[in-house]
């Protein structure tokens, strides 16, 4: 049913359920696994603000290389995977990588903002169904959770 399965990574407590959900479909149906994470873009105004940009800039690609390699570290050794690093918007290269891969199910947690908040903030996940042909099988946040 599913051979390739892509699952979205950051370091959100339901983004942590997404892989171990991806683990277990990618274990049962033989799958392969790609963990992708997205570096965010530095915004516009930090490079009017006096900060060091570049130091920013490779505390948040630092940051996400972390994540990712945590991410594929936590991979069981009978399942094939593969780690995908991208720059940009998230939503944005998530499509791509999944049109790239020719991946057949997405994996990825929802932040559980609520509907005007993420009408405000956007949404990756909104971003990915409208953009993208792939099934999606997302990740809610738990109700205990703050």
Avoid: C, K, W
Wanted: proline letters at 5%.
């Amino acid at each position: 049913m599913f051979r390739s399965i892509l699952v979205a990574l950051d370091d959100s407590p339901t983004s942590q359920a997404a892989l171990d959900v991806a683990i277990d479909l990618a274990q049962r149906l033989r799958s392969r696994l790609t963990v992708i994470s997205v570096s965010p873009e530095i915004p516009g105004y930090a490079y009017r603000a006096a900060i060091d940009v570049q130091a920013l800039r490779a505390e948040v690609e630092s940051e996400t290389e972390r994540i990712l390699r945590e991410g594929v570290d936590r991979v069981p050794e009978d399942v094939p995977v593969t780690s995908v690093f991208r720059h940009g918007r998230a939503g944005e290269e998530i499509v791509a990588q999944l049109e790239a891969g020719g991946h057949d199910l997405l994996v990825s947690g929802s932040r559980g903002r609520g509907r005007v908040a993420s009408n405000l903030l956007g949404s990756v996940n909104a971003h990915v169904f409208f953009h993208s042909h792939v099934p999606m099988l997302v990740i809610p946040p738990r109700e205990d959770s703050d």
